[in-house]
Structures are given as C-alpha cells and as structure tokens.
C-alpha cells in the first residue's frame, strides 16, 4: 500500500473550516484514499473515501487532485467535538480487501 | 445494530495470566479485525478474517498470541502468557465485503502487570 504523509498538528477555530492536507505521491490506480479520525479513548470512525472524484457526505467533503498525488479532508464548519487524530490512508477498496495501515496522523485541534 | 461489541472494556492482569479478548461483529458484516493500539507503534493491524477463516496473521507479534473465529458472530484474541509488553488497547472492527468502510469497536484496554 502507498504511504501517506500528513501534518503532525493543526488548529482550528470553531466554526471555521478545517482543511487537513495528505501526500501521498506513490498512489496506485487500484487504491483509495480514505480517511479516519479517532477522537480520544474511542475506537476510530470512518469519515470518507474516493478514488479520484470529489466526493463529499455529512461529514465532510474530500478533494483529490487531478494526479491523484495529495488530498485534502474538508470539515466545513468544525466544532469541538471534532478534535481528533485524523488519518489518511490509501489502500485498495471497494469489493476487493485492502488493508488498513495506519499512520501517526494529524493531531486536529478546535478551539474556541 | 448496536455497532461493533468488545469485552470486556477494561482488563487486568499479573504477568503470566492467561487473557481472553471478545468482540462481537456488525450482524452481516463477512470480514473482522483485531488491531492493537500502544503510543510507541501507533495502531497496528493484527490478523483478520473472512467468513470465519483467518487471512493473514502477519502482525501477530508472536505464538503467544491467538485468535479464533468459531462462528460469523463471535471472535476471540488469546494472550498466554501475559507480557507487560501487551498492554495496550484492542480494537475489533468489522465490515462487508461490498462496502468499503470498517466499523471499530470501543476497544479492550489491557494492563499486564
């Protein structure tokens, strides 16, 4: 699977956009980007994947670049409650398995 | 569905005791996975399953780790015997075969004493 390579930190302001960046410039054809945030002592959730289209959901929205090379996860209107560790992860998806591996991920801190 | 169940939620335990993990997966959902989380490796995929059978146990850290799958409901994580090593929280999670998304559990948090 490729690797990923994310900011260690962030800060936001509640209310403001949060736009988390990803590299990931040894993407194959057949892999996702997807991302998964985990908020302190619970299990992480899923946000969002795409293969090389916009996509977005009433989480978040994902932009992907016209290479494919990087990414960035949208969080439109943050709040508080999305203080998180936010992981990128490119593996294959769909109908096929891919694994997940994860990463150090961005530390997404919301003040307010 | 009441998402992805594990027991117990806190677990601990003397160096050298035998310890058992439980999850309960997403009702349909065909693959399962343990994954351990330790702030030195982050979190780190142990072994899963498809239909009950297991795929690839590559990150079973060694023979002193176990995992069962004895029907599509249930799954097991066995530890004998215990290391301090292992302390660590364990995520179960599972997922369908057509989606794409896995769903965690709350995790088992272990300390081996």
């Known amino acids: 699977d490729a690797k990923t390579t994310q900011p260690p930190s962030m800060d936001c302001a509640e209310g403001r956009a949060a736009n988390l960046p990803c590299n990931h410039s040894t993407i194959s054809g057949n892999e996702y980007v997807y991302w998964y945030r985990q908020i302190h002592s619970q299990g992480p959730q899923y946000i969002i994947h795409?293969?090389?289209n916009n996509e977005t959901n009433e989480m978040a929205s994902l932009i992907i670049t016209e290479d494919r090379k990087s990414s960035t996860l949208i969080l439109p209107h943050a709040t508080l409650r999305d203080t998180a560790v936010y992981y990128c992860i490119v593996s294959a998806g769909g109908t096929s398995y891919g694994k997940l591996t994860f990463g150090q991920g961005t530390i997404l801190t919301v003040h307010p | 569905d009441a998402g992805v169940i594990q027991s117990p939620r806190h677990e601990v335990t003397e160096m050298g005791q035998e310890v058992t993990l439980r999850c309960k997966p997403i009702s349909g959902h065909d693959y399962l996975f343990w994954y351990r989380q330790t702030m030195m490796r982050g979190l780190e995929l142990l072994i899963y399953f498809n239909n009950n059978v297991p795929i690839d146990d590559s990150g079973m850290p060694e023979d002193r780790f176990s995992a069962k799958m004895p029907n599509a409901s249930f799954s097991t994580l066995k530890i004998q015997p215990s290391e301090p090593r292992d302390s660590a929280v364990y995520f179960c999670?599972?997922?369908?075969?057509?989606?794409?998304?896995?769903?965690f559990g709350p995790g088992t948090r272990l300390t081996v004493t």
């Open positions: 795409g293969l090389k």
């Open positions: 999670a599972s997922r369908l075969t057509a989606g794409s998304e896995q769903y």
